[in-house]
Every structure is written in C-alpha cells, then in structure tokens.
C-alpha cells in the first residue's frame, strides 16, 4: 500500500499528545476552567472570574444569628499566544506518524511546554508562603533528617493552611531535587520507590506525602538589598487590615519606614512582628507569623513608604487570616525577610495542592483561505492546540504553524509554599 500524506488533524491530534505529555508543572494545576472562555475564537485578554466559596463563623446557641452570603473571586486571563512555526517538504509528509513526530513535532512541543511551564512558575511571586533555610538543600551533603525536614515543613504549612491532604505535587529544581535523592536514599520505603531512586536518580509518587519531580523551569529569585535580620524596617503608624475584597488578588498597602534606605523585590516575603496566620476553617492563630509577598518593587526609605502586600490582611469575622492581640499593626512593629539576605539569590522550589493555581487554555480561531487548519482539544487535559497548514509554491514547502492560547491565575495561595534552596 502506497504511502499517504499526512493530515492535519493527524498533525494536531499528534501535537496534542505529546504536548500533554511533556508538561510537567502544569501536569498538576487545576484546568477547570478552560471552558469557561468558550469553544471558539478567543482572544488574548478574554478574563474570566473563579468564584470562590464564602465562608461563615457559624454560632453557638438556638437563636438565630443571619450571616451575610459574601463571595470572593478571582480573575482568569488568557495572556500569552505562543506558538512554533516549522516547514516541511512533500517528502516529510510521506513519514510515518511516529517519524514525523520524532523530526518535527516533539521539538516544537518541547518548546511550547517549556514557555508554558516557565510561565506558570513564575506564579511563586504570588504565593507567601515559604520554608526553608537559604543555601541548605543546595549547598551539598544533605543529611536525611534535613532532606525530611524541608519536604514536611512545607507539607505542615499547607496543613495549617487547611489544604487537602491529597493532590499535593512537590517541584524541586534540578541540584535540588539531586540533594534530596541523595538524602532520602536510606530512608525506608517501599520496594518501588527505592528501584526508581537507585534507576532513575529521581523521586517519584507518595513519598513524605507528596509525588515529587524535577524541572529545569524553577526560578531563581533574587531578593532586595533589605537584610534577613536586624533590618531596621517598622510599621509606620498603626494600621488596621481591611474587610474581604471581592477580587481575592487585591493587595493591601501598608507604610513602612527603614532606619537606612533598602529595597524589597516582587515576590520577597517577609514577617511583621505580632500578627499572625490563623487557620482559615478555625480562626485560630497557628502560632506562625503571617507571611506576606511583596507584589511589586519598592524602595523604603527613611520617611514613610506605601508597599503592596499579599494577602489582603483581615483581623476579624468568617475570612480572617491574620490575628494579632490588638487587631491590627502595631506601630514601630519590626519587619523580617524571609527569601534570602540582602541581595541574594536562591531557588524557589514548590509544593502544592492542585487547586492553588490554574491553567487555562482556549480554543484559537480557525481562519479560512489557508490550506488546512484544524484545533484539538483534550477535556481532561484541559490542554487545546490549533495547528495550520499552509503549501508555499514557491519553495515546494509545507508550512506548519502551532499556537496555544492560554493563562496562568494562583487561585487559593494559601495551597502553596515555597522551599528556598
């Protein structure tokens, strides 16, 4: 039987497949949403909104107490169109899937997988919390109690968090995730996962709690001049939090003085001191400073500087996260920085419940006057790729262009810690 040219819809579903397969920070996200931006012709810009449930204190007694229904949500945007444009002759179109795959496709995929993984990464500048002790797991000879101690840190800081206990995805840069190998190779486990350590120098599913894997995309964070101690920040002025806001991303601008001038970068975290995180089913206070990050860069000076912090900081009622004694800043309080010293530069590994962000993707248009153009989509992967097909005469070319439409939203940041190595 002669050979037959290959389609588009082979390309497309083919791409499709191996996309999906090469993913893997946004192997375990939430991609719920893809259908909310509908089925066809999206745009760069589209937003959605992820509802989020309210909450209630709840009472004590028979009589009624009425608790107004308040949601919370947080918008989606599709903000990147990124594709990989390729040519190939009538003779490559005669290849075998399988070859035309290996030749063209996977590279073109491995790239696209790449863009969207790096960018979903880049979400650590929205999440506070963070564990670790800077330079430790990278800094070599790991022993097994720290290899522990950094993976169940963060997996205690999701439980304060009252994140569920299953569904939860363990991320570690690639020297990172050698450190820990190394150091959890005498700890006991089954059969399985001791053959995978020793066969393949990786971790793999259900150890400490989490499934564990490696990616070259983990950023490397470098944090303001501000030093990790003796700081010299305070709280200009009492300052009390706020109600919730609607929109679940609002930062919240609080003054801050320094003794000497310094700088906090987009995504450093820090502390101030007396106010606390609070279990958020509970309302109690965990015990542990409230971390917050910073969202964009500032300079403090030595008269009073607004800078926007992350989470909008509520002291009472159903969506109380922070508890201080007096129900507020305090004036004079002592600001801490938890992401490195003054200018350092350290590794944001990550550990998260699934639903603590969210990719989404839409369906592209399929334009007419082209050759052939066809979109696939995989509902459980939540993954949608549109692939056109374009015959140069000139060059006796086949032109191939692949596109994915799609944006990154942190959800629920509370479901996700960093790991500083």
Request: net charge neutral; charged share 15%.
């Amino acid at each position: 039987m002669a050979n037959q040219f290959l389609t588009i819809s082979d390309i497309t579903k083919e791409s499709l497949r191996v996309l999906k397969n090469k993913l893997v920070f946004s192997q375990a996200v939430n991609r719920s949403y893809d259908d909310k931006f509908g089925k066809s012709g999206a745009k760069i810009g589209a937003t959605v909104n992820a509802r989020k449930p309210p909450r209630y204190i709840g009472r004590t007694g028979a009589a009624v107490v009425m608790e107004n229904m308040t949601e919370t949500y947080t918008p989606i945007t599709l903000t990147t169109q990124f594709g990989v444009d390729t040519a190939a002759t009538s003779a490559d179109r005669l290849l075998s899937l399988n070859d035309f795959s290996k030749i063209f496709i996977e590279p073109a995929m491995a790239t696209i997988a790449n863009k969207v993984d790096y960018d979903g990464l880049q979400q650590y500048k929205k999440v506070p919390n963070v564990v670790g002790t800077p330079g430790q797991i990278s800094g070599g000879s790991l022993t097994q109690a720290q290899a522990t101690r950094a993976i169940m840190a963060a997996n205690v800081r999701l439980d304060e968090e009252a994140a569920p206990g299953t569904d939860r995805t363990a991320l570690w840069s690639p020297g990172a995730s050698g450190e820990i190998v190394v150091g959890l190779s005498g700890l006991f486990n089954p059969s399985g996962t001791i053959s995978k350590i020793f066969k393949e120098g990786a971790l793999g599913d259900n150890i400490l709690g989490l499934s564990h894997a490696a990616s070259q995309n983990i950023p490397m964070h470098t944090s303001g001049s501000m030093a990790a101690t003796a700081t010299g920040i305070t709280v200009s002025g009492a300052q009390s939090g706020g109600n919730v806001q609607s929109n679940a991303n609002t930062a919240f601008t609080i003054s801050l003085v320094a003794s000497t001038s310094k700088t906090l970068k987009e995504g450093d975290v820090i502390t101030i001191a007396g106010v606390y995180a609070v279990n958020p089913q509970n309302r109690q206070s965990t015990g542990k400073l409230r971390n917050f990050v910073i969202r964009s860069d500032v300079t403090i000076g030595t008269s009073a500087t607004d800078v926007s912090i992350f989470p909008y900081p509520v002291f009472s009622g159903a969506f109380q996260n922070c508890f201080s004694s007096s129900g507020q800043f305090d004036n004079s309080a002592a600001v801490a920085k938890l992401t490195g010293g003054a200018s350092e530069s350290y590794d944001q590994n990550m550990v998260w419940h699934k639903d603590a962000f969210v990719l989404a993707t839409a369906d592209l248009e399929l334009p007419g006057g082209v050759d052939q153009a066809n979109m696939a989509r995989e509902s459980d992967a939540g993954i949608s790729v549109r692939c056109i097909q374009q015959y140069d005469i000139r060059s006796d070319m086949f032109i191939f262009r692949t596109d994915i439409l799609y944006g990154w939203a942190t959800i629920y940041d509370s479901l996700a810690c960093r790991v500083i190595s």
